[in-house]
């Protein structure tokens, strides 16, 4: 069912008031401080509607209704307005992220730190570990007609499968020859260096099996790749926590600490998600420990190469629209950052090696 404008308004003002002050919002408040043109009487009886439709829930200690993870959902998909960051905000996270730092993983150290500073919410950056792994050759086993097994080996002798389905039977020799081809190409490459190449123009040869390879296999391939990535993981404000309304449970709050700690977990889950702003919430997240939780993440590149993720992991009552913008803005200059800090670097070391000449 389609909500009608009056109900989206309604439901836009909750979850607005909700994010904001974290109490069960009633009638009376989205009437008084909301300009909808309808009744306390009016409001109600659609809070009624909403409430059936899923939208909203009602605690049974108050009046107030409170948004559901459906109704966050909607909000993010539909409702959400991102907030553009001020000059002056713009200008005091670019300062402290072209500061003195000179190694990727600093900067994404200071990364995390401020944007859990500016979120009030626990933050996390991913790195790659600079002792990168190599691809040593890649194959694909079949399992049956449409099932093929992707087998990737890295130099270090660390192997990862995953398991491919297939539109329509492909020939044991096909997958040999295919095989062949991307151990050819990929060999010697860095996981990171496979992820940045364009795959799709490295197979050209035969048109029907390329169609086959770019729908069914690229996509296990990538995944692959980035599972066998070794990465560092860093957090940053892991006490926010205290600060939100939602943790005043002690118990609840010492699960997202232990949540937090399971951290060969945390980093198999953050990996796993899909590269660009990704928002998941509630129980759209896979791991049990977060399905009480809201995760924002987004992927970040140096020199166009895709190096990590960083993203902030907090309450569903979280303020969407305001930290996607801020993850996005740090995403964005992340680039740029280390590029300058970098030259600022090499300059210094030719500046040491004329004067000791």
């Not at 003002?13 to 974290?22: C, G, H, K, P, Y």
Request: aromatic share 6%; proline share 3%.
């Amino acid at each position: 069912m389609d909500l009608s404008e009056r109900k989206l308004k309604i439901l836009q003002a909750i979850i607005a008031d909700f994010i904001r002050t974290a109490e069960p919002v009633g009638s009376r408040t989205i009437s008084r401080n909301y300009d909808l043109g309808v009744s306390p009487a009016t409001v109600r009886n659609e809070m009624s509607d909403l409430e059936e439709l899923g939208y909203l829930s009602h605690p049974h200690t108050s009046s107030g209704r409170v948004p559901s993870e459906k109704a966050y959902r909607l909000y993010v998909n539909e409702l959400m307005k991102k907030r553009e960051l001020t000059s002056e905000e713009k200008d005091a996270i670019a300062s402290r992220l072209y500061g003195n730092v000179t190694e990727l993983e600093n900067l994404m150290k200071q990364a995390a730190h401020i944007l859990s500073e500016i979120t009030n919410l626990t933050a996390f950056a991913l790195t790659p570990r600079k002792e990168e792994d190599t691809l040593k050759y890649i194959n694909l086993l079949p399992v049956d007609e449409y099932t093929v097994v992707l087998m990737l080996v890295s130099e270090s002798g660390k192997v990862s499968n995953t398991t491919v389905h297939l539109e329509k039977p492909a020939a044991e020799e096909s997958l040999r020859i295919l095989s062949k081809s991307m151990t050819y190409n990929y060999r010697g490459k860095t996981l990171s260096e496979a992820l940045t190449l364009d795959i799709i123009e490295n197979f050209k040869a035969d048109a029907e099996s390329m169609a086959m390879f770019e729908r069914n296999i690229v996509p296990g391939f990538v995944k692959t790749l980035e599972d066998m990535l070794n990465v560092n993981l860093y957090m940053d404000g892991l006490t926010n926590i205290f600060s939100l309304p939602e943790y005043n449970d002690l118990d609840r709050a010492k699960m997202f600490l232990e949540m937090l700690d399971k951290k060969e977990d945390l980093t198999r889950a953050l990996i796993n998600r899909e590269n660009g702003v990704i928002i998941t919430i509630g129980n759209e997240n896979k791991e049990e420990a977060m399905q009480d939780c809201s995760l924002i993440t987004a992927t970040y590149h140096v020199d166009g190469k895709l190096m990590g993720k960083i993203g902030v992991i907090g309450p569903t009552r979280m303020r969407y629209g305001e930290v996607t913008s801020i993850v996005e803005y740090l995403t964005d200059n992340i680039s740029d950052a280390f590029k300058i800090t970098e030259g600022e670097t090499e300059g210094e070391t030719e500046g040491d090696d004329k004067g000791n000449g």
